[in-house]
């Protein structure tokens, strides 16, 4: 690989030449800038990141250093990586991810996330959850994406799933569907919780006491999507529903819900309304018919916890990030 000195060979041209021409072209005389450009693309020439951030310390680091906890695996929360990629180019920056699974030691991960010398950091999580932030982090710009810290306050970017879910309730309410079955994700989630929270207020607003519907609280694990087909059949008999609508705890148990009513000849919307969560990526407008349900904010939590590094925010408050209402065909 070729390296600096290289290029200031081939060029003809000094080392601090070679260097003003990657950071500061503008200094460098056009003759002189055409002829090092020209012995970069020969050469090709690549930039050695990790050396020009360790110089940097003491300046401007316009790299941010990304935590992803079981983030880019998954569907479901790869928006927010690809948000703080976007931001960051568009601002000027770079960002690196280093993946930590739950088998990892923390401490291991932590250290090889800041040797690459980081000039903030943002810790994001599949599914939003509370989670321990090292203290090592803490000692630099450092802020949350849709996960909170269980110790001292740190700034973090969560969805707001309480607005989101009483937006979507309101909407059910307001088409008039009154004998809801609730379909919940596992009962001691936060998003559970804050979800329940906000079905919970419109049907109070509507007069209706919401623990007087039928609430089912999903086990953990992936394998328990397959009992939802059970579930929703115990609420079915000789063909006919004892509920107008189903509230999906999220797109995947729409999507069991979907399959369950449609094999018992059961209509969407016409016999029954089906309201989801998430709108799940790559998923949300293939259902038959179309899903109406709530756009979990991902891309948008990460532009905010990009910008929150890039400006030196240094508030260390819960921002709750709006989680719009996309009425589709299911009611």
């Not at 063909?239 to 999906?248: A, L, M, Q, T």
Request: proline share 6%.
């Amino acid at each position: 690989m070729a390296s600096l000195k290289d290029v200031a060979k081939l060029a003809n041209v000094s080392l601090m030449t070679v260097s003003r021409v990657l950071n500061n072209p503008e200094r460098v005389k056009p003759e002189t800038l055409s002829w090092v450009q020209a012995a970069i693309q020969q050469l090709n020439y690549v930039p050695d990141l990790s050396a020009k951030r360790i110089r940097s310390i003491g300046t401007k680091n316009k790299t941010i250093g990304v935590l992803a906890l079981d983030t880019v695996t998954t569907p479901f929360s790869v928006e927010i990586t690809l948000s703080i990629e976007e931001t960051a180019r568009a601002h000027g920056w770079n960002s690196f991810v280093v993946n930590m699974f739950s088998d990892d030691n923390p401490d291991d991960i932590v250290n090889l996330l800041l040797a690459h010398r980081p000039g903030g950091i943002i810790f994001t999580t599949m599914g939003l959850r509370e989670v321990h932030v090292s203290p090592k982090l803490l000692m630099h710009p450092c802020v949350l994406a849709n996960c909170e810290n269980k110790g001292e306050p740190v700034a973090c970017y969560i969805p707001n799933d309480e607005q989101g879910q009483y937006t979507a309730v309101q909407a059910l309410l307001a088409a008039g569907y009154r004998r809801p079955l609730c379909l919940h994700l596992p009962v001691n989630h936060l998003a559970t919780v804050r979800r329940r929270q906000g079905l919970e207020r419109a049907f109070h607003e509507a007069k209706i006491n919401p623990d007087a519907l039928d609430h089912y609280y999903m086990q953990y694990g992936d394998e328990h999507y397959r009992d939802i087909p059970g579930i929703l059949l115990a609420y079915i008999h000789q063909g006919k529903p004892n509920f107008d609508s189903v509230i999906c705890g999220n797109d995947r148990i729409a999507f069991m819900v979907y399959q369950t009513l449609l094999g018992q000849g059961i209509r969407i919307p016409q016999d029954i309304a089906v309201l989801g969560y998430d709108n799940l990526v790559g998923v949300g407008n293939l259902f038959l018919p179309p899903l109406s349900t709530v756009q979990l904010p991902h891309y948008e939590i990460g532009r905010l916890s990009t910008l929150h590094i890039i400006n030196g925010d240094s508030h260390q408050e819960r921002v709750l990030v709006d989680s719009p209402w996309l009425p589709r065909e299911s009611f």
